[in-house]
């Protein structure tokens, strides 16, 4: 079945470090990819999408490439900011189900 | 334009009762999306609604159902809580159902407490 791994937090990095949340995936078919982000006591907002591979998302200086040769998505950030702390999930959906399928989450502490 | 409203935002049950929870899509969103959110299990889908039909069903019991009115408006109701079902219940919505290019927009959620 279509799945998504993500790697397991909490990552812990000082201001202005370079970030990457590590996140494979297994589908049947052509999925879209997305990166949500979850704040304290909030519902999920949309990071950034890629639809086809090799497609590269980017929203507020993260980004992430659509990799089908190794099932990858991973996020990345130059310089994070303490108002990155969060939790990142990783999604796909296939066009067969309308469905989203995610990551178990990855929580982000940024420190001054 | 408003985003998703979900309500209540907080609920306390006890095992036993049952639950209604609702959410008002984006303007002009004709398709809803339920999920569940626990520590242990994470995100898990619920149910799809789309013009007051069911689209497409979870893995959860028939304890969980839900139904979507015409203005696109969605309920979903749990019966008999278990002290499991104590989780943030998720809204979505999009233009359209299913496939790749309909972003879903989530609402804040409902947290449900179960005692």
């Known amino acids: 079945g279509n799945s998504v791994t993500q790697m397991e937090g909490p990552v812990t990095l000082s201001e202005e470090a370079f970030l990457t949340i590590n996140c494979t995936y297994t589908?049947?078919?052509?999925?879209?990819l997305f990166w949500y982000v979850q704040y304290p006591g909030e519902g999920l907002q949309l990071l950034l999408k890629a639809t086809k591979a090799d497609d590269k998302g980017s929203n507020k200086g993260f980004e992430a490439t659509y990799r089908k040769e190794t099932t990858s998505f991973h996020l990345e950030k130059g310089s994070v900011q303490v108002s990155d702390s969060a939790v990142y999930f990783c999604?796909?959906?296939?066009?067969?189900?309308?469905?989203?399928?995610f990551g178990q989450g990855t929580e982000l502490s940024v420190k001054p | 334009k408003a985003g998703v409203t979900q309500t209540p935002r907080y609920l306390i049950k006890t095992r036993g009762q049952q639950v209604t929870l609702s959410c008002s899509p984006i303007?002009?969103?004709?398709?809803v999306s339920w999920y569940q959110q626990t520590p242990g299990q994470g995100l898990q889908f619920l149910f799809e609604?789309?013009?007051?039909?069911?689209?497409n069903k979870g893995n959860f019991p028939g304890r969980f159902s839900g139904r979507q009115f015409s203005n696109s408006r969605s309920e979903m109701n749990v019966s008999t809580l278990e002290l499991g079902d104590s989780a943030l219940y998720l809204c979505?919505?999009?233009?359209?159902?299913?496939?790749?290019?309909?972003?879903?927009?989530f609402g804040p959620g409902t947290r449900l407490t179960v005692l």
């Open positions: 609604y789309f013009s007051e039909t069911q689209r």
């Open positions: 303007s002009g969103h004709r398709s």
């Open positions: 589908a049947t078919g052509y999925p879209s």
């Open positions: 979505a919505s999009s233009p359209m159902p299913g496939g790749s290019y309909n972003e879903q927009f």
């Open positions: 999604a796909l959906i296939t066009d067969q189900g309308g469905k989203l399928i």
